[in-house]
């Protein structure tokens, strides 16, 4: 009898580790050194952090879906501050109005310049939002004026009203162009792009951080969302941020796809404090 229970546990065992190794998972989570980590693991440590920077694949489903999830689960252990890339700073009034159930989802639509991708992968985000009274931040500069300083550079900001300066970061931006992103920026460029392209990049990283830091409060977590060019390598608003506030608690998660997701590649490692390894093969939402 006891042999027969031996030889069932044995051969139980045996059926589910067969099962896991059947599994196709879409997603695995990474630390920096390219270590697997778990989503527990994950979530235990950012929400220690002050400000937590989400840098996603515009159009990754994956990507979307965690960030969700994440912004829930940390929302059972502190009280939250979102922002995200994707909203402009001039367009706060209206995203306020909607969160506040003054106007509709079509009145959102009217009033800001919502990205196409907003119904499926961001209207998620801001709903939970508004559902639990959560602040949400429109970090962005308005891209019009970061489409001046690729066309001329950070003096074209200069003549601009205090008003249209009141939605970017405050003049004159600094600026380092051996930051490696900047300086990656120009490389894929190849010859073929000005230098006031990654300083309009800069225009857009400044502004983020400068919103971030403007409405964070001591004691709350700030999530922010935006592309993973915008934080890779601890670089970008991340540079930013710790220029400006350097005694905060900054976590960072970045998206990478790959066609093995069973081991990270030694170019997506170092990216950030996570990172998100989704299989190339996973829908895109657009």
């Given at each position: 009898?006891?042999?027969?229970?031996?030889?069932?546990?044995?051969?139980?065992?045996?059926?589910c580790?067969?099962?896991?190794?059947?599994?196709?998972?879409?997603?695995?989570?990474?630390?920096?050194e390219?270590?697997?980590?778990?989503?527990?693991?994950?979530?235990?440590?950012?929400?220690?952090?002050?400000?937590?920077?989400?840098?996603?694949?515009h159009?990754?489903?994956?990507?979307?879906?965690?960030?969700?999830?994440?912004?829930?689960?940390?929302?059972?252990?502190?009280?939250?501050?979102?922002?995200?890339?994707?909203?402009?700073?001039?367009?706060?009034?209206?995203?306020?109005?909607?969160?506040?159930?003054?106007?509709?989802?079509?009145?959102?639509?009217?009033?800001?310049?919502?990205?196409k991708?907003?119904?499926?992968?961001?209207?998620?985000?801001?709903?939970?939002?508004?559902?639990?009274?959560?602040?949400?931040?429109?970090t962005?500069?308005?891209?019009?004026?970061?489409?001046?300083?690729?066309?001329g550079?950070?003096?074209?900001?200069?003549?601009?009203?205090?008003?249209?300066?009141?939605?970017?970061?405050?003049?004159?931006?600094?600026?380092?162009?051996?930051?490696?992103?900047?300086?990656?920026?120009?490389?894929?460029?190849?010859?073929?792009g000005?230098?006031?392209?990654?300083?309009?990049?800069?225009?857009?990283?400044?502004?983020?951080?400068?919103?971030?830091?403007?409405?964070?409060?001591?004691?709350?977590?700030?999530?922010?969302?935006?592309?993973?060019?915008?934080?890779?390598?601890?670089?970008?608003?991340?540079?930013?941020?710790?220029?400006?506030?350097?005694?905060?608690?900054?976590?960072?998660?970045?998206?990478?796809?790959?066609?093995?997701?069973?081991?990270?590649?030694?170019?997506?490692?170092?990216?950030?404090?996570?990172?998100?390894?989704?299989?190339?093969?996973?829908?895109?939402?657009?």
């Amino acid at each position: 009898m006891i042999m027969k229970k031996i030889l069932f546990t044995l051969l139980f065992a045996s059926t589910c580790l067969l099962a896991l190794s059947q599994d196709k998972l879409p997603y695995k989570l990474y630390d920096s050194e390219g270590k697997k980590v778990s989503y527990k693991k994950m979530l235990k440590v950012l929400k220690e952090k002050d400000i937590v920077l989400f840098g996603e694949y515009h159009n990754n489903a994956i990507a979307h879906w965690m960030q969700l999830v994440v912004t829930k689960d940390l929302k059972n252990y502190r009280n939250l501050i979102l922002g995200a890339e994707m909203f402009e700073a001039d367009n706060q009034a209206a995203l306020n109005n909607y969160l506040a159930g003054k106007i509709s989802a079509k009145g959102l639509d009217s009033n800001t310049r919502l990205w196409k991708n907003y119904p499926t992968d961001y209207a998620p985000l801001v709903n939970f939002a508004k559902s639990e009274k959560i602040p949400f931040i429109a970090t962005n500069i308005p891209r019009k004026y970061a489409s001046l300083v690729s066309r001329g550079g950070f003096g074209k900001l200069d003549s601009l009203t205090a008003e249209e300066k009141s939605w970017m970061a405050p003049l004159p931006m600094d600026y380092d162009a051996n930051l490696p992103g900047y300086v990656k920026m120009m490389e894929m460029m190849a010859g073929h792009g000005s230098a006031n392209m990654p300083k309009a990049q800069a225009s857009k990283d400044a502004t983020m951080a400068y919103f971030i830091l403007k409405n964070y409060q001591a004691g709350m977590l700030f999530i922010h969302y935006n592309g993973s060019f915008h934080s890779d390598n601890f670089d970008g608003i991340n540079w930013y941020l710790k220029k400006a506030q350097p005694n905060l608690k900054y976590g960072t998660i970045t998206t990478v796809s790959q066609k093995d997701i069973n081991s990270l590649m030694p170019e997506n490692k170092g990216k950030a404090n996570f990172i998100l390894c989704v299989d190339e093969d996973m829908t895109n939402t657009y």
